[in-house]
């Protein structure tokens, strides 16, 4: 019998686009809604769903990839944000039988045609059939520098490190590499023109529970960058001086804003 890894990787989709999904509890929508559309510099699509729960942020040049969830009573996410990722392929249905091969779980197949599924740690994510192909650059803003949200962030137990590095780079089909200088870090090489990049970052101390995500920003001016966000209604967590910042958006959730170059998305 193949290894499961490579009996998939011969009859896998290509993810063609991933977008990062921020799924909001509707007392924090509006606010949430309000800050990533100026953090972005993006505009807010007409809402749209049953319940009118769902919104895009619009980029001025290229094809969307950050969209925004208003979660309801009922859901799981409804207790606090959250983030989902939606990958981009010809067929949902075909991808998810690959995923269960690899250790997914299907929670709801959809009768608009996307599948729901939950990684081995946990992790939610759909398979979608949009298929979308120009990545927006950067943003310039008045200050002179440029940003992105360009990144998310699975922040894995370290119980559920290695299985959910295998379970990602073999349903992406995308290499891994390591950091050379933090042993907790990994990341899935993505191909030219995805918008974002997923970071395997390996949790510390006593840390259980499913694997969520949080978004990353690239910038050339990290101090202007963050002061920005602070201005819009972001609180400060941690200036780490290694690359990076963790701050908090207005509705709780965490974030990241590094040093990475925002047009390559590599370290600088």
Do not use: N
């Not at 990062?20 to 749209?48: E, M, Q």
């Not at 995923?99 to 939950?118: D, F, I, K």
């Not at 059939?129 to 992105?148: F, N």
């Not at 602070?230 to 609180?235: P, Q, S, V």
């Amino acid at each position: 019998m193949l290894p499961v890894c490579l009996a998939y990787s011969r009859t896998m989709t290509r993810v063609s686009w991933v977008t990062a999904f921020l799924d909001l509890p509707p007392d924090v929508h509006a606010v949430g809604t309000h800050f990533w559309a100026a953090v972005t510099g993006y505009a807010v699509s007409p809402p749209r769903g049953e319940e009118a729960e769902f919104t895009t942020l619009l980029p001025p040049v290229g094809d969307p990839y950050l969209k925004i969830q208003r979660t309801g009573c009922d859901d799981a996410s409804a207790a606090g944000p959250g983030l989902h990722l939606d990958l981009h392929v010809a067929s949902a249905d075909h991808s998810a039988a690959g995923a269960q091969g690899l250790g997914a779980t299907v929670l709801h197949r959809s009768e608009h045609g996307y599948v729901v599924l939950r990684s081995p740690g946990g992790f939610t994510f759909c398979f979608v059939h949009e298929q979308l192909s120009d990545r927006p650059l950067p943003t310039r803003w008045p200050q002179q520098h440029e940003s992105i949200v360009d990144q998310v962030a699975l922040d894995i137990p370290a119980d559920d490190y290695e299985t959910e590095c295998g379970f990602w780079a073999a349903l992406t089909g995308w290499p891994v590499r390591g950091s050379v200088s933090r042993p907790e870090l990994r990341h899935l090489v993505r191909p030219d023109g995805i918008p974002i990049r997923l970071l395997l970052q390996r949790l510390g101390g006593e840390a259980v529970g499913p694997v969520t995500g949080h978004l990353d920003l690239a910038c050339d001016d990290r101090p202007t960058e963050v002061s920005r966000h602070l201005g819009l209604g972001a609180t400060l967590v941690a200036d780490h001086g290694g690359g990076w910042t963790t701050l908090r958006d207005p509705t709780g959730a965490l974030y990241c804003v590094t040093d990475r170059d925002p047009r390559s998305g590599l370290g600088r």
